[in-house]
Structures are given as structure tokens and as C-alpha cells.
């Protein structure tokens, strides 16, 4: 099993600043899912910049989350 999110903070530029629980802190990039279903409403910086570390991964106010595989193994 893959590292679960610590905690999470928004950057410019549609960035996620995490640390997993095995304390790598990474960076991921919300923008290639921007495009699609209901990450279109990450588009709203306001509601990108809600972002929390919730169940061992990222989510915002309006529900959405990410799978905490995906942003481990797509980090950088």
C-alpha cells in the first residue's frame, strides 16, 4: 500500500504541496484534471485553495476528492 496524505496545502498555479504519512513531501498538479467531470469545478481557485487532508487524502468542500495512490505515484 502506498503512503496516505498527512497534509495538504493549495499553491499558485493549480499545485497540491503533500506530505504523505511516511513524510516525503511532494508536489502534485491538479491541472491535467481540470478539464474533466467535476474537476471543471476546481477551475474556481477559491474553492482549489479549500483543499485538506481528510481519510488519508486530499479533499475540498464541494466533496471531490483524489485517490490517494494517484497523488503519491504522480508526485513529484
Known amino acids: 500500500m502506498n503512503p496516505r ?3 495538504v496545502k493549495a ?3 493549480y499545485l497540491l504541496e ?8 511532494k ?11 467535476i474537476f471543471k469545478e476546481l ?3 477559491t474553492l482549489f ?4 487532508a481528510k481519510l488519508g ?3 475540498w468542500e464541494n466533496g471531490l476528492d483524489i485517490c490517494p495512490d ?3 505515484l504522480e508526485s513529484k
Open 18 to 25: 503533500i506530505v504523505f504519512n511516511n513524510d516525503e513531501k
Open 27 to 37: 508536489k502534485f498538479d491538479v491541472k491535467p484534471y481540470l478539464n474533466f467531470g
Open 49 to 52: 485553495e479549500t483543499a485538506t
Open 11 to 13: 499553491l499558485q498555479n
Open 57 to 59: 487524502t486530499v479533499t
Open 70 to 72: 494517484t497523488l503519491y
Open 5 to 7: 496524505v498527512k497534509s
Open 43 to 45: 477551475k474556481n481557485f
